[in-house]
């Protein structure tokens, strides 16, 4: 703490990251292989990675790989390369399907990460929803996992942005203890490393039609605490969109992109979703992509038009 006061509170992460004033934001939306993509991207660029994988296990027809780990192996590779000194990248998964059917779990993709890239596990989240499937033969699944790695120790991270309120009756009981700092509990609480949010129902009104849509506010949690304003988030899994929804409403820039030609569908179901208050913002296909301000950022950076 004593070392944070000396630099007007901002943490080095904070010293870093450019926190530029902003007033649109610019959103690329890309029917491309997420390989493709990430050979597009300019090194040490992008803020945020929200990843949300294909595992090997039958969800769908893009569920389906031979060797899983070496395909993984090639994006998370180019993820590293990708992201700025502050940036992170957040992969969701879990390890209950293991056994079931394919060969791809986010177990391996952690032991995978910690042998092979220099990047720093900070936090495996654990999504708990309430609802879901019951089974038989095994515990019911009630969560699913969400590990953060940094790229480096300077990655970025707004605890104050995704603090929890306290009700007023903790409130109320905090402030009369004279060892609590009054201004921290005014904040709120650390919504620590267990986040109970529920899984989107089938008559959700944030639903759209993908099989393994993801709410809108564990996307939320994760675009606050690990980007600010005017930086790029990217999503080369997006499957129905919503993280360029949360980017929009978040003020943060996205690139995101998916294989499947329905994602522009799906995020034209989200778009009329988007919160009022949200800033004026672009959306970028594939042949306007270099007007997206991670090339205009890089081009200005080479001194190139
Ligand atoms: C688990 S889903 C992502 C869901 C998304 N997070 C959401 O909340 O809507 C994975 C997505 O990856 C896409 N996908 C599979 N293989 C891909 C590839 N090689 N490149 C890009 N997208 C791919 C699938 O079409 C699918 O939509």
Redo the contacts with the bound molecule.
């Keep these: 703490m004593n070392a944070l006061r000396k630099h007007n509170g901002l943490h080095v992460s904070e010293r870093s990251a450019n926190l530029t004033n902003v007033n649109e934001t610019i959103h690329a939306v890309l029917n491309?292989?997420?390989?493709?993509?990430l050979k597009r991207i300019p090194s040490g660029s992008v803020q945020l990675i929200?990843c949300?994988?294909?595992?090997n296990i039958n969800?769908?027809a893009?569920?389906n790989f031979g060797n899983y780990i070496e395909?993984a192996s090639q994006?998370l590779h180019e993820s590293e390369r990708v992201l700025s000194e502050t940036g992170s990248i957040a992969i969701?998964g879990g390890l209950q399907y293991q056994r079931e059917a394919g060969t791809g779990d986010l177990l391996q993709i952690i032991h995978h990460l910690r042998s092979n890239s220099r990047m720093l596990l900070m936090n495996l989240v654990i999504w708990h929803y309430p609802n879901g499937m019951g089974a038989h033969r095994f515990f019911s699944n009630r969560h699913e996992e969400i590990a953060l790695f940094g790229k480096t120790n300077k990655y970025f991270f707004d605890l104050d942005a995704v603090r929890i309120p306290f009700d007023s009756a903790t409130k109320a009981t905090y402030l009369r203890d004279k060892r609590l700092r009054p201004d921290s509990i005014e904040k709120g609480k650390n919504p620590t490393n267990v986040w109970t949010v529920n899984r989107l129902n089938a008559n959700s009104v944030e639903r759209?039609g993908?099989?393994?849509?993801?709410?809108a506010e564990v996307?939320r949690r994760l675009v606050r605490a690990l980007s600010y304003r005017g930086s790029t988030v990217l999503?080369?899994?997006?499957?129905?969109?919503?993280?360029t929804k949360v980017c929009i409403e978040e003020a943060r820039n996205s690139i995101v992109?998916?294989?499947?030609g329905?994602?522009m569908d799906?995020l034209s179901r989200l778009i009329p979703q988007i919160r009022v208050d949200s800033l004026p913002f672009k959306i970028l296909n594939e042949s306007e992509l270099a007007a997206h301000p991670l090339f205009v950022d890089e081009r200005n950076q080479n001194g190139t038009r």
Excluded: E, M, N, R
Excluded at 52 to 55: F, L, S
Excluded at 210 to 215: A, E, I, L
């Design positions: 491309l292989d997420c390989l493709h993509l929200v949300d994988p294909p595992y969800l769908a893009w569920d395909w994006w969701f759209v993908h099989p393994t849509q993801k709410p996307i999503d080369f899994f997006a499957g129905s969109g919503v993280t992109s998916d294989t499947s329905d994602l799906y």
